[in-house]
């Protein structure tokens, strides 16, 4: 049994559909924690731990994806989808390190400073959009890849 395959099926296009919804949620997540102190109260921890199950998933779909590219071959879909997938994994980081800093600051830190509010709202944006609009065009590539077109 192949490490990456379930009941003979491959992992990647299982797992992928738990990236595909857990990154734009968990940006969704810090966005709204970094700009609505209501939201941030009522979400908590569940944002950083939803950060933590999204940089722990992405790698693992990363692996599974290229374990399924060797299987294919060295289609140009596949290597252009593979390719934008290696870049997901910073963007999964920045949103595990801001919702982690940003939930430290407020639960721990001597209160809000409207600079460093500033700063966590500035970067969960970036880090939310950014993170976002890479697993859309993964998935836009990875569409082609198996659909073409």
Same mark, same amino acid.
């Given at each position: 049994m192949d490490l $990456?395959? %379930?009941a003979g099926l491959p992992l990647h296009p299982l797992i992928v559909h738990a990236v595909v919804i857990l990154v734009p949620l968990t940006a969704l997540a810090l966005i709204l924690g970094a700009l609505l102190p209501a939201a941030r109260k009522r979400l908590g921890i569940v944002t950083? %731990? *939803?950060a933590l199950v &999204? /940089? &722990? /998933? #992405?790698p693992i779909t990363m692996l599974a994806g290229?374990? /399924? *590219?060797q299987q294919v071959g060295p289609v140009p879909a596949v290597v252009h989808h593979a390719a934008l997938g290696g870049l997901l994994w910073p963007w999964a980081l920045a949103i595990f #390190? #801001?919702?982690a800093v940003q939930w430290c600051?407020?639960? $721990?830190g001597e209160g809000p400073r409207k600079t460093a509010r500033m700063i966590l709202a500035a970067l *969960? &944006? #970036?880090s939310g959009v950014g993170s976002t609009a890479m697993v859309v065009l993964i998935g836009e590539a990875g569409a082609r890849a198996v659909w073409g077109g």
């Open positions: $990456f395959e %379930i950083p %731990i *939803a &999204v /940089l &722990v /998933l #992405v290229q374990a /399924l *590219a #390190v #801001v919702a600051w407020y639960r $721990f *969960a &944006v #970036v």
